[in-house]
T-cell receptor, first 115, second 115 residues
């Protein structure tokens, strides 16, 4: 059974800092990995999707990497801003479930960027 | 703009009452999902549907029911059999084609509280 862990559970940084959020998973045979952002009381917004054959994806100040062999993904946020404050979740797609594509979510890292 | 609309945003249920949460999408996505989110836990899958008139139980389907009469709509009914329904409910969708390319799109959620 796939398990997804995100450490730390919460992180507080001053504005302008570069930071890294971590996601680890127990089964390295994955379909893909997706990073989401969730604001309080809101739904999830997709940030980046990495296919199992890819090593990284970039969007603006965000860069996500994937190392399947070690069961890890990192989300790098450059030059953090107060508007980046949110909970960041990672979700791993199961390759064994065909078109349904079972997904296992982490609990998330709650980020606070202090002005 | 295309997206997923969940309504209502807040819902209060009395003991022994059934309530229905609405989820509508205009993304022309084939697959739709219902997740439950509780504090300190990752999202858990309740039901999913890959095509119209077909749906499958997820990991925590007991006490819930769904229907998929139209491609655009996937309502979730929380029945009186669900003993602990207070949670944040999220609807998501994804196209069946090219599953390795597309990730999830989520709605903004419905917060259900038992009173």
């Amino acid at each position: 059974k796939q398990e997804v862990t995100q450490i730390p559970a919460a992180l507080s940084v001053p504005e302008g800092e570069n930071l890294v959020l971590n996601c680890s998973f127990t089964d390295s045979a994955i379909y893909n990995l997706q990073w989401f952002r969730q604001d309080p009381g809101k739904g999830l917004t997709s940030l980046l999707l990495i296919q199992s054959s890819q090593r990284e994806q970039t969007s603006g100040r965000l860069n996500a990497s994937l190392d399947k062999s070690s069961g890890r993904s990192t989300l790098y946020i450059a030059a953090s801003q107060p508007g980046d404050s949110a909970t960041y979740l990672c979700a791993v797609g199961d390759p064994y479930s065909g078109g349904y594509q079972k997904v296992t979510f982490g609990i998330g890292t709650k980020l606070q960027v202090i002005p | 703009d295309g997206g997923i609309t969940q309504s209502p945003k807040y819902l209060f249920r009395k003991e022994g009452q059934n309530v229905t949460l609405s989820c509508e999408q205009n993304l022309n996505h084939d697959a739709m999902y219902w997740y439950r989110q509780d504090p300190g836990q990752g999202l858990r899958l309740i039901y999913y549907s890959q095509i119209v008139n077909d749906f499958q139980k997820g990991d925590i389907a007991e006490g819930y029911s769904v229907s998929r009469e139209k491609k655009e709509s996937f309502p979730l009914t929380v029945t009186s059999a669900q003993k602990n329904p207070t949670a944040f409910y999220l609807c998501a969708s994804r196209p069946n084609s090219s599953p390795t390319v597309y990730g999830y799109t989520f709605g903004s959620g419905t917060r259900l509280t038992v009173v």
